[in-house]
Nanobody, 121 residues
Framework: VQLQASGGGLVQAGDSLRLSCASS????????MAWFRQTPGKEREFVSS????????AYSDSVKGRFTISINNLKSTVYLQMNSLKPEDTAVYYC???????????????WGQGTLVTVSS
């Protein structure tokens, strides 16, 4: 699976941003699509995930209620709508494909290149 993430940028606190991740396809093992984020010196952190049907989604506590993950099967693209952004959301965001139910980055086998989101106060 080849993943291409886009949509990052510089915004102010309280603004919104939508990230996109285009997939060239999916394999049997890639049953969910997820977003992770990482800041310098820290581990890659789970943000959100969705099944390919969109029927099951998951969010970290830090973004629940502000971020929404969605998927367009026809375009093989997953989105992360980020609202009410905070400076602590600043990170490089990565999309990934991996096994159902996992939130551990080590379980995910395919990764996009990352897109930088910077939220100024």
């Amino acid at each position: 699976v080849q993943l291409q993430a886009s949509g990052g940028g510089l915004v102010q606190a309280g603004d919104s941003l939508r990230l996109s991740c285009a997939s060239s396809g999916r394999t049997f093992s890639s049953t969910i699509m997820a977003w992770f984020r990482q800041t310098p010196g820290k581990e890659r952190e789970f943000v959100s995930s969705t099944t390919w049907t969109g029927s099951t989604t998951a969010y970290s506590d830090s973004v629940k209620g502000r971020f929404t993950i969605s998927i367009n099967n026809l375009k093989s693209t997953v989105y992360l709508q980020m609202n009410s952004l905070k400076p602590e959301d600043t990170a490089v965001y990565y999309c990934a494909a991996g096994p159902y139910g996992s939130r551990w980055s080590s379980d995910f086998t395919s990764w996009g290149q990352g897109t930088l989101v910077t939220v100024s106060s």
